[in-house]
């Protein structure tokens, strides 16, 4: 059973930068959707930052301009780049890959953001 390994969060202050990674523990084909979701205490988990295999992106009103989505797909790699963060973005963040082929969706375990003076 193919798994997803984040890494990266942790604990940073307001204003300071992250980089959280995605990988696959094998190898997944057709994948055409890589996912960055987050879950705070007491909210529903929320897509932040998406790419497809086409290369197109799309981002949470709440971190356009701060975050940034990128991918290989051939090593099935997901990261995402977080700038400028705020105290709101604190969360458990966790990946996502869907595939075509398996007709699968893949989560990782999550990783935990702290924004925090």
């Known amino acids: 059973q193919v798994q997803l390994v984040e890494s990266g969060g942790g604990l940073v202050e307001p204003g300071g930068s992250l980089r959280l990674s995605c990988v696959a523990s094998g190898s997944i084909s057709g994948v055409y959707f890589m996912g960055w979701y987050r879950q705070a205490p007491g909210k529903e988990r929320e897509l932040v930052a998406s790419i497809r295999n086409s290369g197109v992106t799309d981002y949470a009103d709440s971190v356009k301009g701060r975050f940034t989505i990128s991918s290989d797909n051939a090593q099935n790699r997901v990261y995402l780049q977080m700038g400028s963060l705020k105290r709101d973005d604190s969360a458990v963040y966790y990946c996502?890959?869907?595939?075509?082929?398996?007709?699968?969706?893949?989560w990782g375990q999550g990783t935990q953001v702290t924004v925090s003076s």
């Open positions: 996502n890959m869907a595939s075509w082929r398996t007709g699968s969706n893949y």
